[in-house]
């Protein structure tokens, strides 16, 4: 009985690496998952019409989002001052990168409230899409008003008809419904 018990033992000290390893990996799918149950709960909705956007862009031209129409727009809000865009960006730029030679349009929409830390962002980032900007808070942008920005980065995907396509805080998830739209991009 006393050999069962340490046999029985040793296989429960075998098992649990194994098991908190798998239960690590769980925590973490659910933690990903959960990103935009905590985060992203009122965000425009698929099927609504996406607000219009008229914001200069970092070069003082006017910019007006209803002049996309007819293409798919990745619209990215996000600021210099937010740790958690600068560590996204990257995964933004490698979606332009992936979709822009299919048409789709990416415009950053920034909560930037001084033009040096906007453009200094955007160069240290090296973001090569548009952007704009009317250099107010968050909570204080209508932009971020209409599009319910509570949390940044937040992702919208406009379809070509002006509507809200994906509504998220992942870029995991625009790179999934961007994928769907053009499955020739799948690596």
Not at 55 to 64: A, C, E, P, R
Not at 115 to 125: D, Q, R, T, Y
Not at 151 to 175: C, F, N, Q, R
């Amino acid at each position: 009985m006393k050999h069962f018990k340490l046999l029985l033992l040793a296989l429960a000290m075998t098992a649990m690496p194994h098991a908190i390893n798998a239960q690590a990996q769980t925590n973490a799918q659910t933690t990903a998952a959960d990103l935009d149950a905590k985060y992203a709960t009122e965000l425009l909705k698929p099927g609504t019409e996406a607000p219009e956007i008229a914001l200069n862009t970092i070069d003082g031209k006017q910019f007006s989002l209803k002049s996309l129409r007819g293409k798919y727009v990745v619209l990215d809000f996000w600021a210099s001052w937010c740790s958690d865009c600068r560590r996204d960006a990257p995964n933004i730029v490698a979606l332009y990168n992936k979709f822009h030679q299919k048409g789709v349009e990416f415009v950053g929409v920034s909560f930037d409230r001084n033009n040096e830390s906007w453009k200094n962002g955007v160069a240290k980032l090296a973001l090569p899409y548009t952007q704009v900007s009317d250099l107010k808070n968050m909570r204080e942008s209508p932009v971020s008003l209409a599009y319910h920005i509570k949390w940044i980065p937040s992702v919208y995907v406009i379809d070509p008809e002006g509507k809200v396509a994906l509504a998220t805080v992942m870029s995991e998830k625009v790179d999934a419904y961007l994928t769907s739209v053009y499955p020739d991009c799948a690596e």
